[in-house]
């Protein structure tokens, strides 16, 4: 694995995500308020919170697709604001909206983004099969991606943001409608690459169990700003012996339990079908949040 130019030399290098008195408005609507936060390198961070609470917004500035002010986010020591090129070079997203072409099939798709992401000529063909292997999509690459189950497109979007070896992973909604166990196959996946890479994690869930058991760090959002930081256990340790992040969720949100916020409905959609599900399941998420 390469070293990153950031931390090279440095024996504590600084954090994967750093904040500082981040703010966001659309018109008059403020989306994010003077938000401290940092993840460190090599860690599962989740950031949690009803919808409307600012995730989504937050993730978007982190990954260059709204404007940040200068000074206000670095990414692995990079100016969010003044470096957007290098930023993206490090970042793998994988969005709530459908990213995947059902068209295509699943290596071309990977294929594609191998090429949007600039992965050297010489190494993308490697690279792709990588990644289709890695996400257990080997056997299915040929086929067009719209014959694919929930799970699978998924799994074929994660191939898609790894391709390029990013250093930070950042997951908007991973499994919104997905079955248990199509959401156990693109954590186990996701687990394994971390492990065998050393890459940091950032995901937006609704679903506390996920969080409390794959995040080591939670930042809880509610009207734009954190409410609550740390592990799971310290965050469930503060409430009661017997709390559980539910609790935590709704101790400091008032109750809005998975996205059931300032009047938004919840996302309820169970999914086990295909591209066509995914895409409502995900039409709905963005939506409500």
């Known amino acids: 694995m390469s070293t990153d130019p950031a ?7 600084g954090p994967a995500v750093r904040c500082a008195g981040l703010r966001h408005a659309f018109g008059t609507t403020v989306a994010v308020d003077r938000l401290d936060l940092e993840v460190r390198r090599g860690e599962v ?5 009803p919808n409307g609470a600012g995730k989504t917004t937050t993730i978007r500035m982190i990954t260059t697709l709204l404007p940040a002010p200068p000074d206000a986010i670095t990414v692995l020591g990079r100016d969010v604001a003044r470096q957007r090129t290098a930023v993206r070079r490090l970042i793998g997203y994988v969005p709530q909206q459908l990213s995947a072409d059902g068209t295509l099939s699943g290596r071309e798709n990977v294929m594609l983004f191998a090429r949007l992401f600039d992965v050297p000529r010489r190494e993308r063909r490697a690279q792709v099969e990588s990644v289709l292997d890695a996400m257990d999509l080997t056997e299915a690459a040929d086929r067009p991606a719209k014959t694919y189950s929930g799970g699978m497109v998924r799994r074929l979007e994660l191939a898609q943001a790894l391709v390029s070896a990013p250093k930070l992973l950042v997951l908007d909604e ?9 959401r156990d196959g693109v954590w186990d996946r996701i687990a ?3 492990e065998a890479t050393g890459m940091t994690v950032l995901v937006t869930t609704h679903a506390m ?5 794959h995040c080591e760090r939670i930042a809880l959002m509610h009207r734009s700003r954190i409410r609550a930081l740390g592990t799971p256990a310290e965050l469930k340790a503060e409430i009661g012996p017997d709390a559980t992040l539910d609790d935590v969720f709704r101790h400091n949100t008032g109750d809005a339990l998975s996205g059931e916020a ?6 309820r959609t169970i999914e086990t079908g295909g591209m066509r599900d995914v895409r409502a399941a995900r039409r709905t998420a963005g939506r409500v949040g």
């Not at 991973?174 to 199509?182: E, H, I, K, W, Y």
């Open 7 to 13: 931390s090279a030399g440095s024996p504590h290098p």
């Open 174 to 182: 991973p499994t919104v409608g997905l079955d248990p166990v199509a």
């Open 209 to 213: 169990q996920e969080a409390d058991e």
């Open 192 to 194: 394994a690459i971390r």
């Open 262 to 267: 300032d009047g938004k409905p919840a996302d």
């Open 45 to 49: 961070f989740g950031l949690l919170g």
